[in-house]
């Protein structure tokens, strides 16, 4: 997040050039990390376990309402303890229902369950209906299963953003597992799944070309694979096939697998676990078969997310991968903060379209307008950095709970 | 739609509460409002009302549609309302009933918390008009 220093200089260059017009979301927000009263109320009350707060809270992440950082902001402190699995494939592929049977059987060991589930918004008129919820029948008034739909409703990079919010959410809450669900299809929907520190990717049977399509992006991020509907012809192949992929990514693949596992939840997961004497992973994702329809299966897909999560932890994987995510999102959010402020900045130079007409009437070109928009920021940011440059803040070291060991 | 609106979609469950098992209308319905540009949450048929309850506060919505055409509306409906009073929910959701309702249940249904009944051969303009005047102002 921007720093107070910076905020008082943007407020001293605002000041002295013409007020600027609404403020965005984005930066007004950056200005302070007090919650207001209403807001710290609702997050106390999320903390308490109020399940109208949390929906309110995911509410106000999806709508980028003001206010909204400073909530999630308030709740990342309470965060790091559930696990955290994305579910993907393609459409028909089960997703729904399979989330729906490993909710009841991470229910039926005792954990609590979230689920936001991610479904497509029309681009013409941003509308959406959100289905992922009519297979949830397992559960029914269960109220520790949280299930939320969302929408994409379009937002460019901003939708693994807000679930990885709405993620922080349901951590914070106190959900044991989170589940996300989405559509393996595009590159934001990969976004998504990734925010996860396990990806379960979801085949049907005789997916031939379906397992091909695999190949470009999403064979790579799978942690584990699924065959879903397990009971009908060509799953043993299909299974094959993807032992097969995952086998050739796995270039360094020198464990062996035994014959002879089949059926329905005969996962190799037990010499997946491998970790090499240098503590990096040599995790070979496992291929599960399921019945997502009549649950088989789901307790041995259960162990092997288990499995990765352990295998993550002790490799220090985890650590890694987290840190790529929060680097991806404090660059997401400052580019927000910043393209915020350039708008103001375009504003305050007469509105992009005055600047367009000045270069279509031959008075200057694009690069002399951008640079002159972008100068009042950079000014700023030269002045900011040249006072604290003697006070450099570094990353203080103390690390976070990744791993269950280090939770408590 | 601009990718970036300041202005937040409607969001609404579409329910199919109890043993009926027509759901042509709660579809029809449900895509009217997506083509008005509302997030739409379909139940699926044959919801018991806590589960209405437990989806209408998880999901958040501004509006809860209940389409009911097995005439168990009486019994049915303020359940569901009870449940949304239970959470503290029902001041910011506009409940709107879908169906053949008598007259007489209809004010009763009006009078224990559903803000309108919309019958058979209702055009959805005038749902969907309904819907965006009567919006629950959010705290």
Redesign the interface.
């Known amino acids: 997040m921007v720093g107070r220093d910076t905020d008082t200089d943007r407020d001293e260059a605002r000041n002295t050039e013409e007020p600027a017009g609404e403020r965005q979301?984005g930066a007004a927000d950056g200005a302070s990390t007090d919650l207001t009263d209403?807001d710290a109320a609702l997050v106390e009350s999320l903390l308490d376990g109020s399940?109208?707060a949390l929906?309110?809270v995911?509410?106000r992440i999806?709508?980028r309402?003001p206010g909204y950082r400073r909530i999630v902001s308030a709740l990342h402190d309470h965060t790091g303890t559930a696990d955290v699995i994305g579910i993907t494939g393609s459409p028909g592929a089960g997703k729904s229902t399979l989330v729906d049977k490993l909710a009841l059987a991470l229910r039926d060991r005792g954990d609590t369950v979230g689920v936001v589930a991610v479904d497509p918004?029309?681009?013409?008129?941003?509308?959406?209906?959100?289905?992922d919820?009519?297979?949830m029948?397992s559960t029914?008034?269960d109220?520790d299963v949280?299930?939320?739909?969302m929408?994409a409703?379009?937002?460019?990079g901003g939708l693994s953003m807000a679930t990885a919010d709405a993620v922080t959410a349901l951590d914070a809450f106190g959900k044991d597992t989170i589940l996300i669900e989405t559509v393996g299809a595009g590159q934001s929907e990969i976004d998504v799944v990734r925010t996860a520190d396990t990806v379960a990717v979801l085949v049907q049977p005789g997916a031939g070309d379906d397992v091909q399509t695999l190949k470009a992006g999403i064979l790579e991020i799978g942690d584990v694979f699924v065959v879903n509907k397990f009971d009908r012809e060509g799953a043993e192949r299909t299974r094959a096939e993807l032992d097969e992929m995952v086998h050739r990514r796995e270039e360094s693949a020198e464990t062996t697998h035994p014959a002879g596992h089949h059926g329905p939840g005969a996962a190799r997961v037990v010499e997946a676990t491998d970790t090499s004497d240098d503590g990096s992973s040599t995790w070979t994702p496992p291929v599960v078969g399921t019945v997502a329809e009549t649950g088989e299966g789901v307790d041995a897909l259960l162990e092997a997310f288990d499995a990765h999560a352990t295998a993550l932890c002790d490799s220090g994987e985890l650590a890694a991968a987290r840190r790529h995510r929060h680097a991806a999102a404090i660059r997401t959010l400052i580019r927000a903060d910043v393209g915020a402020l350039a708008s103001d900045s375009i504003a305050e130079h007469g509105g992009i379209d005055a600047l367009a007409e000045r270069v279509r009437r031959g008075e200057t070109d694009p690069y002399t307008v951008a640079a002159e928009v972008v100068d009042p920021i950079e000014r700023c940011v030269e002045r900011a950095t040249n006072r604290t440059s003697s006070e450099t803040s570094q990353p203080d070291t103390e690390s976070r709970r990744d791993c269950p060991s280090e939770k408590d | 739609m601009s990718v970036d609106t300041d202005e937040r979609p409607v969001r609404c469950l579409v329910a199919k509460v109890g043993l009926d098992g027509h759901d042509r209308g709660a579809h029809v319905i449900a895509r009217a409002f997506r083509d008005a540009g509302f997030e739409v949450v379909y139940s699926g048929l044959h919801r018991a009302p806590e589960e209405i309850v437990q989806a209408a506060v998880q999901e958040d919505v501004d509006v809860l549609g209940i389409s009911i055409l097995s005439g168990a509306h009486n019994t049915l409906v303020p359940k569901v309302i009870d449940g949304l009073e239970a959470y503290s929910a029902l001041d910011d959701t506009l409940v709107i009933v879908g169906g053949i309702v008598p007259d007489d249940d209809e004010d009763a249904l009006k009078a224990a918390g559903v803000a309108e009944v919309f019958g058979p051969g209702t055009p959805m303009s005038e749902t969907v008009d309904f819907v965006r005047a009567n919006l629950p102002e959010r705290a």
């Open positions: 979301e209403r399940h109208r929906a309110r995911i509410s999806e709508d309402s918004a029309s681009p013409y008129t941003g509308g959406a209906v959100l289905g919820r009519i297979r029948a029914v008034g109220m949280f299930f939320r739909s929408s409703r379009g937002q460019l």
